[in-house]
Structure formats: C-alpha cells, structure tokens
C-alpha cells in the first residue's frame, strides 16, 4: 500500500459479509448491512496529547476490529475499497 496514514487516523479493509442466509436465501447487494468488521491495513504514528508527547495507538496492521456502522470515510486506494477513520472510531480488537 502506497498511503501512510497521519495522526491518530488507520485504514480498514472491510470484512465481506455472507451473501447467503443461513436457510439457502441469497441477499442482494441493496439489501445487505454495511459491515462492521475489518482488518487494519495501516495505522498512523499516533495523536498528541496536551503535551505534546505522541501517543501510540492501540491497534496495529494486520489486528481485525470492530467499528461503528457509520464510521470512517470510503475512498479507493490500490483499486481498494477501504475506510479511514480515527482509532477513537473503532470500538475493539477481535481475537
């Protein structure tokens, strides 16, 4: 990946949900949940705090997290489609 995230901000490859229900019935794209689940493709150096000291953030590339329905912004990045969003955004690690 080409982008190096500043701040306290991470990129997120979304997890891609089932498109199958569990009882066989497809679900098309117009009816499917955003998804609430990536994995870290990178993360910034981290935020400064009233000091000036550079706090690290929490999770790290490769972590899968748990974030809020409508966080972060959707951009393209090496033909991508991936979010970035402040750490403060994402609720947990999995795993």
Known sequence: MKFRPLHDRVVVEPLVSDTKTAGGIIIPDTAKEKPMQ?????????ARDESGKVVKLDVKKGDTVLYGKWSGTEVKIDGKDVLIMKESD?????G
Request: hydrophobic fraction near 65%; charged fraction near 5%.
């Open 38 to 46: 990536g994995k870290v493709l990178a993360v910034g150096a981290g």
């Open 90 to 94: 994402i609720m947990g690690v999995v």
